[in-house]
């Protein structure tokens, strides 16, 4: 269950969706693809009710057949696609002002993420918020199977009491991922899932990244 944030010591952020928003972009490059392949394109409210991990049964979702291609060419298609125009993407507005605030309060903080190792770390440079994290982790390729075991990675290299770690993410798989670990998590529905989602899992819901710090 969430204490309060003065009780924990370290925050554990997920990247895209909950600092960087992208999902706009995703919708964006999935719709292209969808269309030249004759299937029905989607709204950012659709998205963000069926976009899931392991990103292989949110491609079947949306009508990819993996009998006629295989799923790592549409995954690698995605990505480079993606990638062209990821520059486009910015940090949430709230974002430097929500990390500036818990690193003058004493927190540490890190990142978990489903992104691919050194894009994540391109992107947190690029964007100027590196300075800020102890730790940047992601995945060692583009498939988005999920993060629970560099999740585990991360917590070990960190070696701080698991109750003092709380995991910040936008999407359920966040949610799994703590669970699994044993950790807290906050999710807030500023990116790749609905509130609604979001609400059906045991973890709190907080309606944007400021009302992490009301009251520090």
């Known amino acids: 269950m969430f204490q309060k944030l003065t009780e ?14 992208d ?3 995703c919708v964006e490059v999935m719709n292209g693809m969808l269309a030249k392949r004759g299937l029905p394109t ?8 069926v976009f899931t991990f392991p990103m292989r049964d ?7 057949d993996f009998t006629k291609e295989p799923f790592e060419e549409v995954g690698m298609e995605f990505m480079d696609l993606y990638n062209q125009r990821q520059k486009e993407c910015r940090l949430h507005t709230e974002v430097i002002g929500v990390l500036e605030t818990l690193r003058q309060k004493g927190y540490g903080q890190s990142i978990l993420s489903a992104r ?12 100027g918020v590196n300075a800020y994290f102890t730790k940047v982790y992601g995945l060692a390729d583009h498939y988005a ?6 999740g585990k990675k991360l ?17 359920r798989h966040d949610a799994e ?19 609604e989602r979001l609400r059906a899992c045991r973890f709190p819901v907080i309606p944007g990244l400021n009302d992490l710090i009301a009251g520090l």
């Open 42 to 49: 989607v709204n950012l409210e659709f998205y963000r009710s």
């Open 8 to 21: 924990y010591k370290h925050i554990i952020w997920d990247w895209n969706g909950t600092l960087l928003d």
């Open 116 to 127: 691919e190792q050194t894009e994540l770390i391109t992107e947190t440079l690029d964007l």
């Open 23 to 25: 999902a706009w972009l």
């Open 155 to 171: 917590i070990r290299d960190l070696g701080l009491p698991f109750s003092s770690l709380l995991f910040i993410g936008d999407t």
């Open 58 to 64: 949110y491609y079947q979702e949306l009508g990819y």
């Open 145 to 150: 199977h999920g993060k629970t075991d560099v």
């Open 177 to 195: 991922v703590a669970n699994e670990i044993g950790i807290d998590c906050i999710l807030i529905p500023n990116g790749h899932h609905s509130e």
